[in-house]
């Protein structure tokens, strides 16, 4: 059974004192290890045997601290009473311990942004842009027609539904440009946007434009594909002709 008693800390450093953690040599940090130092000292050293795991230790790519690191990561590695002092936040320790890593809150796999965080417009938009444009290299064209909820979470961002009930108001918030509801492919448009003759109007006629098919050949599964049923259904009976006369008639 491990004994911390039989051994001598006064000359062993930091990492050494931490080595024997990890080998089970010894169950806890020595007593005083983190209280009998300045709050500084004692990050700088969080800071020192974090490094050690992850860069030593462990060999970890950025990869594999975005899928690996997170509170229960840093219980397992004995780095828990170490992590008080980054507010018991993973995202946090790691980057204080990699200020020019470039980690980004939303990145880690199994640790959850601190919902204070979102609380903030600019970092919600941020985050978004950095997703958008740096990672998935969309244009917005792009955005208007594969962005959905299901991306959002596989890239760290579904807890943004709270703040935007429709990716329409996304799309607005990141590009701050004037675009119609049923633009977003996969998005519902929001109630009563259809009570609008002219909204009406004018989704057949960006219909038309966006297709690029003959008048004739645009038909009931051509305003399914585009998100458009219950206009039609609702208000030209599932007739495409009828919607597409008017839109022109309008003209």
Request: aromatic share 14%; net charge positive.
């Amino acid at each position: 059974m491990p004994n911390n008693f039989i051994i001598n800390f006064t000359n062993l450093d930091d990492i050494e004192i931490y080595e024997l953690l990890l080998q089970n040599r010894i169950p806890n940090f020595p007593s005083g290890f983190w209280a009998n130092r300045s709050s500084e000292e004692a990050k700088d050293v969080a800071i020192k045997l974090l490094k050690y795991l992850i860069d030593k230790r462990l060999k970890f790519n950025k990869k594999d601290v975005k899928t690996e690191v997170s509170k229960k990561f840093l219980t397992k590695y004995k780095l828990h009473t170490a992590s008080k002092l980054f507010g018991r936040s993973a995202i946090r320790y790691i980057s204080c311990a990699y200020p020019e890593g470039g980690y980004l809150p939303w990145q880690f796999k199994h640790d959850k942004v601190p919902q204070s965080y979102w609380t903030h417009e600019i970092n919600r938009i941020s985050a978004l842009k950095y997703v958008f444009e740096i990672e998935l290299r969309w244009s917005i064209d792009d955005t208007k027609e594969r962005l959905c909820w299901g991306m959002l979470e596989e890239n760290g961002l579904g807890s943004l539904h709270s703040y935007y009930p429709n990716l329409f108001e996304i799309i607005k918030a990141v590009y701050q440009i004037n675009i119609y509801p049923w633009e977003i492919i996969n998005s519902e448009v929001p109630n009563g946007t259809w009570e609008s003759k002219r909204n009406r109007i004018n989704a057949v006629k960006w219909l038309i434009r966006r297709v690029k098919l003959r008048n004739e050949q645009i038909d009931r599964k051509t305003f399914a594909k585009y998100g458009l049923s219950m206009l039609l259904g609702k208000y030209y009976c599932d007739n495409a002709t009828r919607a597409i006369r008017e839109a022109l008639d309008c003209e």
